[in-house]
């Protein structure tokens, strides 16, 4: 029963909101495509999935091509937005992220990160929900490619919610107190140690 508790409490904690941002369907599932230079690959330009067997790439020259995802979320509630983004460092190169057509992001000429041990840099924001808000990711690379992979977002962590240490300790304080129930209703008395 703890550990359904604990399985219960911390999946409702950390469930993401954007659909298929690890782009596992092999396609661009849950996303729109606003151009036609962005596909869902197992390897490409030298890079692989961050996670899992595929990733997105954008590579739209002289401009910048887009997916976007409408997410359903609650209004006021503050989330953590993140996700892999990895480049080639050919250059002249962009990315962007907007919320909502706000910019959160947006860097050019962005070097080669295939040589990291995950090929990608981890980017995370802080962000609130409106209730229905829209995520756009933006590239455009006139020689090379950008990758993307990983798109998450989550709850943004609360004091509300316990850390997964206080479950363990509460799962270890619970087995406790149960065993000795059981021994009491057993009636098993410690045994003394003689010399």
């Known amino acids: 029963m703890v550990s359904a508790l604990f399985s219960c409490s911390w999946g409702s904690a950390t469930a993401g909101l954007i659909v298929n941002g690890d782009f596992e369907q092999g396609n661009f599932s849950g996303w729109?495509?606003?151009?036609?230079?962005a596909f869902v690959l197992h390897s490409f330009d030298g890079f692989n999935p961050n996670s899992e067997h595929f990733f997105a790439i954008l590579e739209t020259p002289f401009q910048l091509g887009a997916?976007?995802?409408?997410?359903?979320?609650?209004?006021?509630?503050?989330?953590?937005?993140?996700l892999h983004l990895g480049s080639d460092g050919k250059t002249p190169n962009e990315f962007k992220i907007d919320w909502n057509?706000?910019?959160?992001?947006d860097q050019?000429?962005?070097?080669?990160?295939?040589?990291?041990?995950?090929q990608y840099n981890l980017l995370s924001f802080s962000v609130v929900g409106t209730g229905s808000?829209?995520?756009?990711?933006?590239g455009q690379n006139n020689l090379g490619a950008l990758a993307v992979d990983d798109v998450s977002l989550d709850a943004a962590?609360?004091?509300a919610v316990p850390e997964p240490s206080t479950f363990v300790i509460s799962s270890i304080l619970l087995a406790t107190l149960g065993l000795a129930r059981s021994c009491n209703r057993l009636k098993v008395k410690p045994r003394e140690l003689t010399g």
Request: avoid cysteine; hydrophobic fraction near 30%.
């Open 157 to 159: 962590p609360d004091a």
């Open 133 to 138: 808000d829209m995520l756009t990711l933006s």
């Open 101 to 105: 057509g706000k910019p959160l992001y």
């Open 32 to 37: 729109s495509v606003g151009t036609p230079d």
């Open 67 to 82: 997916i976007s995802q409408k997410i359903s979320d609650t209004a006021g509630h503050d989330y953590i937005l993140s």
């Open 108 to 118: 050019t000429n962005l070097p080669d990160t295939r040589s990291n041990l995950s």
